[in-house]
């Protein structure tokens, strides 16, 4: 949820997916929450297959908040009533708007016991095209539902009249979310942005596009790249690459070792490398050969003793990103660990960086 909090300007006008941890959701229990972030206002509450249910939820959470129904031109049913509301706030009058607004509510509220349908959902769209929310409906395991329909179509109707949506659920319900939606957005530079801001930078939309395909979402990458560039990173020259300590990153995690002590003599013998890692001379000689072939060192023979030197070409790099995508965390476990304290030391990386 934070990630919504955090970047709330790139989850508008859209169906978004957040597949996290289930300890990440809301409680049967719970209520759910409503918070105004840059401007935006945000509504989250939990989703059942009773859309009765859900739908109280959602108005519950806005049932004080009449002070920012201000959009009124937008609404269809309540357009009346909003504007009469609008008039008597913009002349002070608020407590003439409160009575208003909550006579309206209480009808609302009214409807729903009775499960007056049409007018249930005509006044709901009304509301929310008038606030123009991200609306997040979070979801426990939808794939234990008998009766999925109604909540889809609701989904539907919503994204029809241009609400935002945002699907919060276990991780474990993916495919099926994302089977039920197919339009669904996996926001990935939302990901990046997030992550850029916990650790203090503030990167524009179009770095956190190109953070994500240079590195394919190699988080430990992502943070030494900011960790050399300056604190604001609007355009993509103002981003610092470097390669060389990211390089321990890339390869597969067996080298990791070896590649930072390469880093540090760029050229060496095996005599000046043979004491700095804790290998076998066989072990050593098949890494160094496996560094030579992925492009990575360049190995000649001089004067009867074999010598290498660091090679660093920006295409084997890349490469090498893709090849090792399996052994870093990815930008996918930003969303498991959507509840992260605002606290760089909960990333492993970053006490050895």
């Not at 941890?21 to 972030?37: A, K, M, P, Q, T």
């Not at 009058?93 to 729903?112: Q, T």
Request: glycine letters at 2%.
């Amino acid at each position: 949820m934070k990630i919504v909090k955090a970047v709330p300007e790139e989850f508008l006008n859209g169906l978004y997916l957040i597949p996290t941890d289930r300890y990440n959701l809301l409680n049967l229990d719970e209520n759910g929450e409503f918070i105004v972030s840059k401007n935006i206002p945000i509504i989250r509450i939990l989703a059942t297959p009773n859309l009765k249910k859900t739908i109280s939820k959602l108005i519950y959470q806005i049932k004080d908040k009449y002070y920012l129904f201000r959009n009124y031109k937008n609404a269809h049913w309540l357009k009346n009533l909003l504007e009469y509301i609008d008039e008597k706030i913009k002349f002070d009058k608020y407590y003439r708007a409160k009575k208003a607004w909550y006579r309206g509510i209480g009808d609302l509220f009214k409807n729903i016991r009775k499960w007056e349908f049409e007018k249930v959902i005509g006044k709901v769209i009304s509301l929310l095209r008038a606030l123009n929310p991200i609306l997040v409906l979070e979801i426990h395991d939808i794939r234990m539902w008998h009766y999925k329909k109604s909540f889809i179509n609701f989904v539907k109707v919503l994204r029809k009249n241009n609400i935002t949506v945002v699907l919060r659920y276990p991780i474990d319900c993916h495919k099926i979310i994302k089977r039920i939606f197919p339009e669904g957005i996996l926001n990935t530079e939302a990901t990046i942005k997030y992550f850029a801001h916990v650790h203090g930078y503030y990167i524009s939309k179009k770095v956190a596009s190109y953070l994500l395909k240079i590195t394919n979402g190699n988080l430990d990458m992502i943070y030494i790249i900011l960790k050399h560039s300056k604190r604001n990173i609007k355009t993509l020259r103002e981003l610092k690459i470097p390669w060389l300590k990211i390089l321990p990153y890339i390869v597969d995690s067996k080298y990791k070792k070896l590649v930072e002590v390469i880093v540090e003599l760029r050229k060496f013998k095996i005599e000046d490398i043979i004491y700095k890692v804790n290998y076998k001379l066989s072990t050593l000689y098949k890494y160094l050969d496996d560094l030579v072939e992925l492009g990575i060192l360049t190995k000649i023979k001089y004067k009867g003793k074999l010598r290498f030197r660091l090679k660093l070409n920006r295409r084997t790099l890349l490469n090498l990103i893709q090849k090792y995508k399996e052994y870093y965390k990815s930008w996918f476990s930003i969303y498991l660990l959507d509840s992260i304290p605002w606290n760089i030391r909960i990333f492993e990386f970053s006490s050895k960086i």
